[in-house]
Each structure stands twice: as structure tokens, then as C-alpha cells.
């Protein structure tokens, strides 16, 4: 699997926060983890919540499994979910990435078929990320109507 990884746009970073149902299912949003990384910093505590239930099929799942586990654990990736101190470190050092208010920090992963948008906090005591996970023709067509 072929993994990309840039800074949002500002017109994406309002991708990774709810939006309209209308506007979230032709965007083709399948539906958004949310995940903290808990008191210690090492733990990665998540839940998952639906969009589209039509479009979370077994292939959408591997490859999304695939995806955390990757900017978790791989090297490649710099580990940038290992922990909070990863995630606080690659956040420090891609400024590029922040919203302008030091508390958020937006990355686009792409894949062939999917985009992942994470909005990402690397605050103790604050949900440490959200990732919308999108059918990646389908936010870019929206995005080019923005």
C-alpha cells in the first residue's frame, strides 16, 4: 500500500470536523475515529462513529487498520501516532501542518482509494486525534466546487 502524507489546506481542514449530513455523504465520508492517547501518553483509545455504513466495506476496513497501524508503528511514518510525544514532536516540526491556534494540526493521508483527514492535538487531556476517512474521488470532487 502506497501511503502519501501532506499538511491540509485550509478549505480541507474543515473536513475533519462534522459537518452537514447532506454535505458529509456526498463527500463520501465513511465515518471518523476519534482517539485519545490517555494520561500516560502511550495508549491509543478510540472509538468509531458511522457515516456512510454502505461504504465501510472489508476492503475500506484492512486498509484503514493498515493506515493507524502504519503512523503508529512504522518508522516511515516517523511513528507520527506512536505516542503523544511523537505526535507532539511531528507537530513542533511541520508548523506547516497547524490551524494557527497551537492546539490543532491537520494531515491529509492519501491512499488510492481513500483520504484520510486528521485533525490532530497533542495536548494531554484532549482527544489527540480525529480522523474523517473520505472515498477519495469523492472529497475531491467536493473540493473542487469550494
Known amino acids: 500500500m502506497n501511503i502519501t502524507i501532506r499538511p491540509l489546506t485550509p ?3 474543515g473536513f475533519t470536523y462534522s ?6 455523504e456526498r463527500a463520501g465520508c465513511i465515518g471518523y ?3 485519545d492517547m ?3 501518553g502511550k495508549g491509543f483509545f478510540s472509538t468509531w462513529n458511522d457515516y ?5 466495506t472489508q476492503t475500506f476496513k484492512t486498509e484503514f487498520d493498515s493506515v493507524i ?5 512504522d518508522a516511515a511514518y516517523d511513528g507520527i501516532l506512536k505516542d503523544r510525544f511523537a505526535l507532539s514532536r511531528y ?3 511541520h508548523p506547516d501542518t497547524s490551524y494557527g ?21 497533542p495536548n494531554k487531556g484532549e482527544y489527540n486525534l480525529y480522523c474523517y476517512c473520505y472515498e477519495r474521488e469523492w472529497i475531491d470532487e467536493i473540493l473542487e466546487t469550494v
Do not use: W
Open 101 to 121: 491556534n497551537n492546539l490543532e494540526y491537520g494531515i491529509r493521508v492519501d491512499t488510492e482509494q481513500y483520504a484520510y483527514f486528521m485533525r490532530l492535538n
Open 11 to 13: 478549505t480541507e481542514r
Open 33 to 35: 475515529l476519534r482517539a
Open 91 to 93: 507537530c513542533y516540526t
Open 38 to 40: 490517555g494520561s500516560s
Open 52 to 56: 456512510r455504513r454502505d461504504l465501510k
Open 19 to 24: 459537518q452537514r449530513l447532506e454535505i458529509m
Open 69 to 73: 497501524n502504519s503512523l503508529r508503528f
